[in-house]
């Protein structure tokens, strides 16, 4: 854990965050307890911990300096271990957090991880293009740092969010090769983008888009998960 909390530790200030010891403490507990769980789950490529310190959990925390999160609804899209969303909460408890992903035993952990750690989060085992049915447009923020292109994350995520929320994307280098493949998606969804920031990581190029929600999303979206695929706004 102190090769975690020492990457963790100075990397903080890189973007301009300060937490107290104990969130500190909490980051590199759930970035050990991921990392145990990956020897009998595929949760991440990553094994070294200052390289979760860097690209998991400091990754995540750049949301922070997009948006602010405090006392809002959050739901995170395709969560996977974890992040961005526990990160988020450890940082910010103020925040609400549902996790969304679709591979229930990842979910199961998850859920198991956080009660003992002491986190508050809904965890919810479904298909994204699924879940939505029962909470369309509840969100105040939906994030998500998952792979797929922009124009067919951004219609799984959009439905979630109320009018005057925000969907957050976290992205890559080709950050503004996908932002120019999703023009008609951003329209059609009801989107405007707010925002577009790049972080340096480890030398490569991270970038969140920040798109405002600015009006209903059309009913008939998200569309099943097959035709996003073959078909993408």
Same mark, same amino acid.
């Given at each position: 854990?102190?090769?975690?909390?020492?990457?963790?530790?100075?990397?903080?200030?890189s973007?301009?965050?300060?937490?107290?010891?104990?969130?500190?403490?909490?980051?590199c507990?759930?970035?050990?307890?991921v990392?145990r769980?990956n020897?009998?789950?595929?949760?991440?490529?990553? &094994?070294?911990?200052?390289q979760v310190?860097?690209? $998991?959990?400091?990754?995540?925390?750049?949301?922070? +300096?997009?948006?602010?999160?405090?006392?809002?609804?959050?739901?995170?899209?395709g969560?996977?271990?974890?992040?961005?969303?526990?990160?988020?909460?450890? !940082?910010?408890?103020?925040l609400?957090l549902?996790?969304?992903?679709s591979?229930?035993?990842?979910?199961a952990? #998850?859920?198991?991880?956080?009660?003992e750690?002491?986190?508050e *989060? $809904?965890?919810v %085992?479904? =298909? %994204?293009?699924? !879940?939505?049915?029962s909470?369309?447009?509840?969100?105040?923020? *939906?994030?998500?740092? *998952? /792979?797929a =292109?922009l124009?067919?994350? #951004?219609?799984?995520? !959009?439905?979630? /969010? +109320?009018v005057?929320?925000? /969907?957050?994307?976290?992205?890559?280098? %080709? !950050?503004?090769?996908?932002?120019?493949? %999703?023009? =008609?998606?951003?329209?059609?969804?009801?989107?405007?983008?707010?925002?577009m920031?790049?972080?340096?990581?480890?030398?490569?190029? $991270?970038?969140?888009?920040?798109?405002? +929600?600015c009006?209903? &999303?059309?009913p008939?979206?998200p569309?099943?998960?097959a035709?996003?695929?073959?078909f993408?706004?």
């Amino acid at each position: 854990m102190d090769f975690m909390r020492r990457a963790l530790e100075q990397g903080l200030p890189s973007l301009e965050l300060a937490l107290d010891p104990p969130r500190v403490e909490q980051l590199c507990r759930f970035g050990e307890a991921v990392l145990r769980q990956n020897q009998v789950m595929n949760l991440t490529a990553i &094994t070294d911990p200052a390289q979760v310190a860097r690209l $998991h959990l400091l990754d995540s925390l750049t949301v922070l +300096k997009a948006v602010d999160l405090a006392g809002k609804q959050v739901i995170d899209v395709g969560c996977g271990a974890g992040f961005p969303g526990v990160p988020l909460k450890i !940082a910010c408890p103020e925040l609400n957090l549902t996790l969304l992903d679709s591979l229930g035993k990842r979910i199961a952990w #998850l859920q198991t991880c956080l009660q003992e750690l002491g986190i508050e *989060a $809904h965890c919810v %085992a479904a =298909r %994204a293009e699924e !879940a939505v049915a029962s909470c369309r447009e509840e969100y105040d923020v *939906a994030v998500s740092r *998952a /792979v797929a =292109r922009l124009p067919m994350l #951004l219609e799984l995520m !959009a439905p979630y /969010v +109320k009018v005057g929320g925000a /969907v957050v994307a976290m992205k890559g280098v %080709a !950050a503004a090769q996908e932002l120019a493949e %999703a023009k =008609r998606a951003i329209t059609e969804l009801g989107l405007e983008l707010e925002k577009m920031e790049e972080y340096l990581l480890e030398g490569t190029s $991270h970038t969140l888009l920040v798109l405002r +929600k600015c009006r209903k &999303t059309p009913p008939q979206y998200p569309r099943r998960f097959a035709k996003i695929k073959q078909f993408p706004l």
